[in-house]
Antibody, heavy 118, light 113 residues
Framework: QVQLQESGPGLVRPSETLSLTCSVSGGSISSYYWSWIRQSPGKGLEWVAY???????NYSPSLKNRVTISVDTSKNQFYLNLTSVTTADTAVYFC????????????WGQGTLVTVSS | SSELTQPPSVSVSPGQTGTIACSGDILAGEKLEDKHGCWYQQKPGQSPVLIMY???KRPSGIPARFFGSKSGSTATLTIRGAQAMDEADYYC???????????FGPGTKVTVL
């Protein structure tokens, strides 16, 4: 059974960079698409970015100027960087898997709350 | 437009049938593989769970009382014989081919009472 686990700082200062790691266990990171999805408190789900393990990343149009996703197959991990954060970036950040580019998410991490505050 | 619309809330009596509609132009895409919608159930404090994909398919372990359908640009999730445990937020999701983006609907809070 594939498991995903997010990790990273729970508090980030405004204007700084949010950096998260998703560790994948129980399966290889290869041959799948990997995404970051976030959920602001009390709000809905917002897709942030995806990357095929060996391909070109793609980003939400509303965030593409600030976000970077990357994959390290040797560590079975993928990453999110979001620059110049504001309080609007406060959210639970989930990592998730799309099996074979099927446009759905079959496995999700438990989510990690990132608060942007001074 | 790449938006998906859902009703903010649906109420259903125990044992009865409730439906959630999800509408959007991207559900009527040109390519068959881009037209599909899927649904997630999210309970408070938990991660979303995929409960329907490719409009009508249930992943293993999802009860048969969840039924999916699609017509044109509207996908529908039906809960037949709703149970108290089905109280949750439900999100539809589709693929926007023009921006190569995943798109979520705003979510529907289902109350069983």
């Amino acid at each position: 059974q594939v498991q995903l686990q997010e990790s990273g700082p729970g508090l980030v200062r405004p204007s700084e960079t949010l950096s998260l790691t998703c560790s994948v266990s129980g399966g290889s990171i290869s041959s799948y698409y990997w995404s970051w999805i976030r959920q602001s408190p009390g709000k809905g789900l917002e897709w942030v970015a995806y990357m095929y393990y060996s391909g070109r990343p793609n980003y939400s149009p509303s965030l593409k100027n600030r976000v970077t996703i990357s994959v390290d197959t040797s560590k079975n991990q993928f990453y999110l960087n979001l620059t110049s954060v504001t309080t609007a970036d406060t959210a639970v950040y989930f990592c998730a898997r799309d099996p074979g580019g099927t446009r759905r998410f079959d496995f999700w991490g438990q989510g990690t709350l990132v608060t942007v505050s001074s | 437009s790449s938006e998906l619309t859902q009703p903010p809330s649906v109420s259903v009596s125990p044992g009865q049938t409730g439906t959630i509609a999800c509408s959007g132009d991207i559900l009527a895409g040109e390519k068959l593989e881009d037209k599909h919608g899927c649904w997630y159930q999210q309970k408070p404090g938990q991660s979303p769970v995929l409960i329907m994909y490719q409009d009508t398919k249930r992943p293993s372990g999802i009860p048969a009382r969840f039924f999916g359908s699609k017509s044109g640009s509207t996908a529908t999730l039906t809960i037949r014989g709703a149970q108290a445990m089905d109280e949750a937020d439900y999100y539809c999701q589709a693929w926007d081919r023009t921006t190569a983006s995943y798109v979520f609907g705003p979510g529907t809070k289902v109350t069983v009472l």
